[in-house]
């Protein structure tokens, strides 16, 4: 894809995904921002990026001002800002009665508050510059049940719905937004759920990485540089008449019966 000349905000950007995401959009051309929690992550991602390609902006995306300063600086690198991706993520697994309600908001303020504050501060540059494209990282967890991720599930189902909203709203100014739906991604938010697994069938990672894809037609998680492509379709022009989706990459997940049917179970004559 094209995206020369362009200025992208990548939340998030420091690990996984979001790290993929950004080194697919420097390979494409464009000049970019991360941000994250740990500015020794960010510091060290940079490392790996060509001169001048890339800043980096520490800060709390479900904090206002930290949420603006992100924006700010982003403008501030590049000039303007084209794209936003809203890419930071939080999990805190246990089902409604168990999950701690300092746990809830933690989890809905990392993955849907944030977003909706970098979109706020976002949307007037992006006015001001004849249009952007706003792209949010939810999950397959948005559009059907997982055990015990109510927060997240839940956060992840809203963040589908703000992405459609603004897309409505913000149209008339040439501002794209879509929503891009991961299933289960082999990254360190994964690691969380996938060790405990391993220990408890006593195997390794591999095994329970086997054993969580049973259900998967193509039989394996994702890997992070499988999604950077549409994201990287997104942020270009090629999708110039393209808002408002949600988009699954989940090898499939989304049409396994959900009785829980094991595809490597299933006969094909």
Not at 72 to 90: M, P, Q, R, W, Y
Not at 127 to 153: D, Q
Request: with cysteine; glycine share 10%; charged share 20%.
């Amino acid at each position: 894809m094209d995206l020369k000349g362009k200025v992208a905000l990548i939340t998030g950007g420091g690990r996984g995904i979001g790290l993929a995401i950004a080194k697919r959009f420097v390979d494409d051309g464009a000049k970019i921002v991360i941000s994250g929690r740990n500015k020794e992550t960010l510091e060290k991602a940079a490392k790996t990026f060509p001169n001048g390609s890339v800043a980096i902006c520490p800060g709390d995306v479900s904090k206002d001002e930290d949420a603006k300063r992100m924006v700010e600086e982003t403008v501030k690198f590049g000039g303007k800002i084209d794209v936003l991706v809203n890419n930071a993520a939080a999990d805190v697994k246990g089902r409604a009665a168990d999950l701690a309600p300092q746990d809830w908001r933690f989890v809905i303020d990392i993955n849907l508050t944030g977003p909706f504050l970098l979109t706020h501060f976002a949307i007037p540059y992006m006015i001001k510059n004849g249009g952007g494209s706003i792209i949010n990282i939810a999950s397959l967890g948005g559009t059907r049940c997982l055990p015990a991720c109510p927060a997240y599930n839940t956060a992840k189902a809203g963040l589908i719905m703000l992405s459609q909203q603004v897309a409505l709203d913000y149209g008339q100014y040439k501002i794209r937004v879509n929503a891009v739906c991961p299933g289960g991604t082999d990254t360190e938010l994964l690691d969380e759920m996938i060790l405990p697994m391993a220990k408890a069938l006593k195997t390794d990672k591999q095994g329970a990485l086997d054993y969580f894809s049973h259900n998967v037609p193509l039989r394996r998680v994702c890997k992070p540089h499988e999604i950077t492509g549409i994201c990287s379709f997104l942020a270009s022009e090629e999708s110039s008449f393209m808002t408002g989706a949600a988009l699954l990459i989940d090898g499939g997940a989304a049409v396994v019966d959900i009785s829980g049917a094991a595809v490597s179970d299933l006969k094909v004559q």
